[in-house]
């Protein structure tokens, strides 16, 4: 199962049990990604707040 890649539009290889909060990272422009919904499987970027 893929996803585009909200940033570059990849499909990415995301686990088909897959759960909110879980990363997977982005073989094209190398992003992490959040899964935000599991139905229809959703990911955002995922933005790590550094300080
Ligand atoms: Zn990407």
């Avoid at 073989?27 to 955002?44: M, S, T």
């Amino acid at each position: 199962m893929t996803v585009p890649c909200p940033e570059c539009g990849t499909a990415v290889p995301c686990p088909a049990d897959a759960t909110p909060g879980e990363l997977v990272i982005c073989d094209h422009c190398g992003v992490e990604l959040e899964v935000v919904a599991v139905a229809p499987l959703k990911l955002q970027v995922f933005e790590e707040e550094e300080k």
